[in-house]
């Protein structure tokens, strides 16, 4: 009996110690099936680039730092909304604990963000060294070009490109059509003169050198050449043909945040082989960047325009005499200032918008101020990738020029409002070589109709460039 009773006491024992086991073991088990549902959340609202909202939940669950799928997610969001050191440990929590292809390339683009340029770029090339995926592969490029301009911080870097294209211009030499201009009483457009509106077929050619070489903590020398051209197919034509070259030189530092500019620069416009324009500019830029969003700038330039005396045919056919231009009363200097913004958007396509307001004035050098202007204009960009190997680049612009003298007599105070508009699209081919399509839309309106032009182009051009 005593056995019994002592056997029974046991066992009644053993089952209260099961049940709490059991009982701890059912809250052990709850908390473990509330993280899962906090780390699938967390990927969903990554999946939906709702980064704002992850980063939220990610920071009211901090006790799951440390689980390698959570810091991944945490760390994509962290990086999405601004916190680029956050993020940063987290993916190297994750790629510690369970390597992946996404968390090496969102630690590089961690790295690029932060600046640490030799860590993003060991990632970057390792990842292409390891991938077979050339979309991905064209991802990574758009980071390393970068990262290779950067580098040139603390160590010389230099390119070489070329560019050949061929397209067509429906005005390539801003002509009026044939008749009388409207507003200046006795003036016509003869047909067949070179005054007259002209269309026709160009082939086009651009080559180029640039270089960075840093020369103290902080400071940096960087320079270029380089050259471009527009010839047209018809004969005729020829004598509207295009070529310039320029060169630049400066220095630029980097403090914080802040990065100024000081450089120099020429450039010469030739006209069917004949000089015609130059300009030597010196401009300096400031820019900051106060987050991986925004970035804001200003510019100074002053530039003198030394024009050419050139000579050029009556007609397009080559009768009617040849005239020779006065290039000297046309000289001038110009000075302009501007500002400009810049927004990064968080979305899968890497939308970034740049904006910039400009004023300025030209001054005739002979004092003609009939030949003097001031200045106001606006442009705006928006550049975004669709796809990997894709980049949509849209423009607009708007330039209002006011001269400070009458046109001629019993004419106006010359008013010209230049409108612009364009579409670039983009292909990477391979690491080098880049295929471009171009439409771009010029409108001027002018109270002296003699100024009043419109133009449309379009070009097919194939680049390469070599670091």
């Given at each position: 009996m005593r056995e019994g009773r002592s056997t029974k006491w046991r066992r009644a024992g053993l089952c209260l110690l099961l049940?709490?086991?059991?009982?701890?073991?059912?809250?052990?088990?709850?908390p473990a099936a509330a993280d899962e549902a906090v780390i699938t959340q967390m990927q969903?609202?990554?999946?939906?680039?709702?980064?704002?909202?992850?980063?939220?939940?990610?920071?009211?669950n901090e006790g799951l730092l440390g689980h390698p799928v959570f810091d991944l997610y945490y760390g994509i969001a962290a990086l999405h909304t601004g916190v680029p050191g956050e993020a940063v440990f987290a993916l190297e929590r994750h790629v510690a604990q369970q390597p992946s292809r996404l968390g090496h390339f969102m630690l590089g683009k961690g790295y690029f963000v932060l600046g640490e340029d030799l860590r993003a770029k060991e990632e970057f090339e390792d990842l292409l060294a390891t991938g077979k995926d050339p979309d991905e592969a064209a991802v990574i490029w758009q980071y390393l070009d970068n990262i290779w301009w950067r580098e040139g911080r603390y160590r010389p870097v230099g390119r070489f490109y070329a560019e050949v294209g061929v397209g067509s211009s429906d005005n390539i030499n801003a002509g009026l059509p044939a008749?009388?201009?409207?507003?200046?009483?006795?003036?016509?457009?003869?047909?067949?003169?070179?005054?007259?509106?002209?269309?026709?077929?160009?082939?086009?050619?651009?080559?180029?050198?640039?270089?960075?070489?840093?020369?103290?903590?902080?400071?940096?020398?960087?320079?270029?050449?380089?050259?471009?051209?527009?010839?047209?197919?018809?004969g005729t034509n020829q004598q509207f043909d295009s070529t310039d070259a320029s060169a630049?030189?400066?220095?630029?530092?980097?403090?914080?945040?802040?990065?100024?500019?000081?450089?120099?620069?020429?450039?010469?416009?030739s006209i069917d082989g004949q000089r015609f324009l130059d300009v030597a500019s010196v401009t300096g830029d400031w820019h900051y960047r106060p987050d991986q969003f925004h970035r804001w700038g200003a510019s100074l330039a002053y530039s003198d325009l030394n024009y050419h005396s050139i000579n050029y045919q009556r007609r397009k056919d080559g009768t009617g005499g040849t005239v020779t231009t006065d290039g000297s009363l046309r000289d001038s200097a110009l000075t302009q200032a501007s500002v400009n913004w810049s927004y990064f958007f968080v979305h899968p396509w890497a939308p970034m918008w740049v904006n910039e307001l400009i004023v300025g004035r030209e001054r005739n050098d002979a004092g003609r101020s009939d030949l003097s202007r001031n200045m106001t204009g606006l442009k705006s960009q928006l550049a975004f990738r669709p796809a990997s190997r894709w980049l949509l680049v849209l423009n607009a612009g708007f330039m209002r020029s006011s001269?400070?003298?009458?046109?001629?007599?019993?004419?106006?105070?010359r008013q010209d409002s230049l409108w612009n508009a364009g579409?670039?699209?983009?292909?990477?081919?391979?690491?080098?070589?880049?295929?471009?399509?171009?439409?771009?839309?010029?409108?001027?309106?002018s109270n002296v109709d003699w100024h009043d032009h419109t133009r449309s182009e379009v070009f097919a051009k194939l680049r390469y460039e070599f670091k």
């Open positions: 049940m709490g086991l059991a009982a701890a073991g059912a809250r052990a088990q709850a969903e609202l990554v999946r939906q680039s709702r980064h704002e909202q992850a980063y939220a939940l990610g920071r009211a008749g009388p201009v409207a507003g200046i009483p006795g003036l016509n457009v003869l047909e067949g003169s070179t005054y007259e509106r002209e269309a026709d077929t160009q082939t086009h050619a651009a080559l180029g050198v640039n270089g960075r070489y840093p020369f103290l903590p902080g400071w940096v020398a960087y320079g270029g050449l380089h050259a471009r051209g527009r010839w047209n197919q018809t630049e030189a400066g220095v630029e530092l980097a403090k914080g945040r802040h990065l100024y500019r000081l450089g120099l620069d020429h450039r010469q416009s001269y400070r003298a009458p046109y001629g007599p019993n004419l106006p105070h579409l670039t699209v983009q292909y990477r081919l391979a690491r080098e070589w880049t295929l471009q399509g171009e439409w771009a839309r010029q409108w001027q309106r």
